[in-house]
């Protein structure tokens, strides 16, 4: 069993096109498994390959981050990183393509559903998403349409009976009442909420509908998470980089890797005031339930 598993990173990303193998290395070298997440078709195709590599330790998701369903631009600062953001940690920001979940009119049968339904087949993928809702920069189309690839992505999780990876930000409230309409689809555990940044109530619904919470490296540095950590408990948690970005302290304004997580596990342990052992155990337990791993 690892000590640690990072729930959601991404190493295929084009940050580490030249030291990919050296950065799972380092982090299997500390028994820290890791789950590089999909967001969108090239990067979850990326995500499999790479997991495919390794016997045990990399794992992977599939699926369309709410960003990459219409044509947009993503700073750096909307992507978590410091005003002084080097390309190391991740780059200046990119320009989202746009991309379609399913097949043309909408239906789940066929298209692009097809292409996310076989690569989620494979069993190094252990859940679907990165998916869900942003409202952080709102286009004519954006609720539209990333509510529709959201619902596909819920469809296909039900049908390949695989816990979600969801992403959130200002929007829990259509989430949650996207996800209680769908509640009786989902597969148990639910899923995982990365990078959670709604309220304590957001939480307790989040919780009544079967879903875990991913903390990062920000809590390394502000404490606008710590009553929320502390009301959603240990067995309920787990960790995450979210690689190459949120770099946590004491490596601020350098490129993230999955190793890093282990400054996640020490602050959450100093947030609820237990033994960092105890939280790593949890935590492992956690991610091993949800994504349905073995030792």
């Known amino acids: 069993m690892p000590k640690l598993i990072d729930t959601h990173t991404h190493i295929q990303f084009a940050a580490y096109d030249n030291d990919w193998k050296e950065v799972i290395d380092r982090s299997l070298a500390q028994n820290i498994w890791l789950v590089n997440v999909g967001t969108q078709k090239d990067t979850s195709a990326k995500a499999v390959e790479i997991a495919e590599e390794y016997p045990e330790g990399v794992y992977a998701t599939i699926g369309i981050h709410p960003i990459h369903t219409e044509k947009s631009h993503h700073d750096s600062q909307e992507l978590g990183l410091p005003a002084e953001a080097s390309a190391k940690e991740g780059g200046n920001?990119?320009?989202?393509?746009?991309?379609q979940f399913s097949a043309e009119g909408g239906?789940?049968?066929?298209?692009?559903?097809?292409?996310?339904?076989?690569?989620?087949?494979?069993?190094?993928?252990?859940?679907?998403?990165?998916?869900?809702?942003d409202y952080y920069r709102l286009g004519e189309n954006t609720k539209g349409a990333q509510e529709k690839a959201f619902l596909e992505q819920i469809q296909l999780a039900s049908e390949l009976k695989k816990p979600?990876?969801?992403h959130c930000r200002n929007a829990y409230s259509d989430l949650i009442q996207i996800l209680d309409t769908r509640y009786k689809?989902?597969?148990?555990?639910?899923?995982?909420?990365?990078?959670?940044s709604g309220t304590k109530k957001d939480a307790q619904q989040l919780l009544h509908l079967g879903f875990y919470f991913s903390f990062g490296g920000v809590i390394t540095f502000v404490r606008d998470y710590d009553e929320v950590i502390k009301s959603v408990g240990l067995n309920k948690i787990v960790l995450e980089t979210d690689a190459p970005y949120v770099t946590p302290v004491p490596h601020r304004g350098k490129r993230n890797e999955p190793a890093y997580v282990s400054y996640v596990a020490e602050k959450l342990a100093e947030i609820l005031d237990k033994p960092v052992e105890e939280v790593a155990e949890a935590t492992t337990n956690n991610a091993t339930s949800v994504f349905g791993l073995r030792g």
């Open 164 to 166: 979600l990876m969801i």
């Open 107 to 133: 239906s789940a049968s066929g298209g692009d559903y097809e292409y996310y339904k076989k690569l989620g087949e494979n069993p190094k993928v252990v859940a679907i998403g990165e998916c869900g809702l």
């Open 185 to 196: 689809i989902l597969t148990f555990p639910a899923g995982i909420i990365h990078f959670f």
């Open 93 to 99: 920001g990119f320009t989202s393509r746009g991309e």
